[in-house]
């Protein structure tokens, strides 16, 4: 683990709206956001940029397993492996039921809306906490993890005073308002 950081680029992806199979590879490359998410503060900056559409996820019909092996209350998922899914509940455990029979009898389709962003990583690094403090000087906002926050020239300026190799640059060659400093740890 440690700091990762990146400069991306957004666009809005040019899908139609409609239901997209989750293994569909048209969007498989796109960041998701969930309907719940989408007001989160960390994707604000990045709203001009989403598609809202549908996808179609194979789930686990828990109320089925709870029904089928007599477990009451919240369930879930336990423990993988090649030998199955163990599920758990407040009274008790499941054996290891096979993977061919979870997918075949234990799997129900729930589609749910959305919003797609095609995000492209043009720059990153490793642990570079210089560059970290640096970009946290020149924006004008609260960064959290994994958020996407807005990069102007002036963060590019700072970053290049730290990173030697950084083409500050990079900023005026994409469209203005596009690039978004992200990081994760």
Request: proline letters at 2%; glycine letters at 2%; a negative charge.
């Given at each position: 683990m440690g700091l990762d950081m990146y400069?991306?680029?957004?666009?809005?992806?040019?899908?139609?709206?409609?239901?997209?199979?989750?293994?569909?590879p048209v969007i498989q490359n796109f960041l998701l956001i969930s309907k719940e998410d989408h007001d989160d503060e960390m994707y604000k900056y990045l709203k001009d940029f989403m598609t809202r559409i549908q996808v179609n996820e194979k789930v686990f019909d828990y109320e089925k397993i709870k029904s089928d092996y007599g477990i009451t209350g919240t369930i879930h998922?336990?423990?993988y492996s090649s030998k199955g899914v163990v599920f758990s509940g407040e009274n008790k455990n499941t054996e290891a039921i096979p993977l061919s029979i979870v997918e075949s009898n234990y799997m129900k389709h729930f589609i749910k809306t959305v919003f797609a962003v095609n995000?492209?990583?043009?720059?990153?690094?490793?642990?570079?906490?210089?560059?970290?403090?640096?970009?946290?000087?020149?924006?004008d906002c609260y960064i959290e993890n994994c958020g996407y926050y807005p990069?102007?020239?002036?963060?590019?300026?700072?970053?290049?005073?730290?990173?030697?190799?950084?083409?500050?640059?990079?900023i005026e060659r994409e469209i203005e308002g596009c690039i978004f400093y992200h990081e994760w740890y």
């Open positions: 400069l991306v680029k957004a666009e809005k992806p040019n899908l139609q709206f409609g239901i997209y199979d989750a293994s569909d998922a336990s423990n995000i492209e990583c043009i720059y990153s690094w490793r642990k570079a906490y210089d560059v970290q403090d640096a970009i946290y000087n020149s924006l990069v102007h020239n002036d963060v590019a300026n700072a970053i290049a005073e730290v990173d030697d190799n950084f083409d500050v640059n990079i």
